[in-house]
């Protein structure tokens, strides 16, 4: 590319030149080119006719061009679904006859980074065709920590149903692949799962069946925090929490098994809960919980306490009350040096009296404090 400009009077003419390749590393970002692209040709049969699952073809003229630029692709709609199919360098493309059966109405369009060619529009028939055995893509090896959606192949168009430990349904897409959803579907353990093709007006596909393995998640500890202290003489009945309904639940200290139970039976009451008698003879100092879980012989990862046994606090006995000395034992029992001494108290004998009775001064020794009322 470059420029020529004449006219000059005064008899210098100039001329400036480059070429794409040095001009496009003088623009700041990155620079696409527009290519021209034709529209899509349909490669029919004269009755556009097509079995389902059979491929529908077309091409992609070079003409003005020398040839179909490399990396084109043509972009094939149909209603709500979309795929991309490669052009080869001869400009062919094709993709499979969707279900269902009957008119079928799709747009194709060349497409290469930001270049298009404009869209074309086509009308076959789609004749009936026996639904083969979709395939299960989904690995089902070792085990998964959660199983969230299931994928496969299958004939694009037909409706794929998937039944068993869990369920879901999809559309198999143009491009030949479904995927169905699982999500809050909470399965663990060997999961089975059957999935099966269908369309109106043609028999169902025979299924497929797989069986994956779910590892359910580490038990939930209640009972005891993480890092928590107990005191010797004060240690917790149980050891408690919450699990998967229905799995076994092993619990360990130290690598030593002190209790296995089942959470949600037994002992303990729905909702997943679980419990074991705390153990007996545990030293002071630190130790570790260890707590699995596991459903179908598929176990869980630990859930790991640490707490620590601390030894039990003497507490001093409380000294005597000083207040005064005990009080004596009475014949035949031990005495009592906690209870202050209680005043003591003396019979004295009255004189006897020759008229009738009456209460008369007591002896010295014996008299009391206060004056007595004579019984006149």
Known sequence: ??????????????????????????????????????????????????????????????????????????????????????????????????????????????????????????????????????????????????????????MSGAIVTLAGDVSGSGTVGLDGHWTVPLAGQAAVGKVTVTATLSSPGIADSPSTIRTFTLAPGAPAVSSLADGAHLSQDTLPGTIAGTGVDGADVAVLIDGVSVGATQAGTGGAAAGGRWSVPFPEGLTTGAHTLSVTQSVDGVASDPRLVAFTIDAPVSVPAEPNDPAGPGVPAEPGLPADPGLRRRPEFRLCPLPRLPTPPCFLPAPASCRPPARVRSCQ
């Open 1 to 154: 590319m470059g420029t020529h400009s004449a006219g000059e009077t005064s008899g210098d003419n100039y001329a400036i030149a480059t070429t794409l390749e040095d001009a496009l590393t003088r623009f700041p970002t990155a620079v696409e080119l527009q290519l021209f692209l034709n529209k899509p040709e349909l490669v029919a049969p004269e009755n556009l006719t097509y079995t389902a699952g059979q491929p529908i073809t077309g091409r992609v003229p070079a003409a003005p061009a020398s040839a179909v630029p490399a990396n084109s692709k043509v972009r094939i709609t149909a209603g709500t679904q979309e795929t991309d199919v490669p052009v080869d360098g001869a400009g062919n493309w094709s993709f499979r006859a969707p279900l269902p059966v009957g008119p079928l109405t799709f747009s194709s369009e060349a497409v290469n980074g930001f270049s298009r060619s404009g869209a074309a529009n086509f009308t076959v028939d789609v004749a009936p065709s026996a639904l083969q055995a979709p395939e299960i893509t989904t690995a089902t090896g070792a085990a998964l920590p959660a199983l969230n959606s299931i994928d496969g192949t299958g």
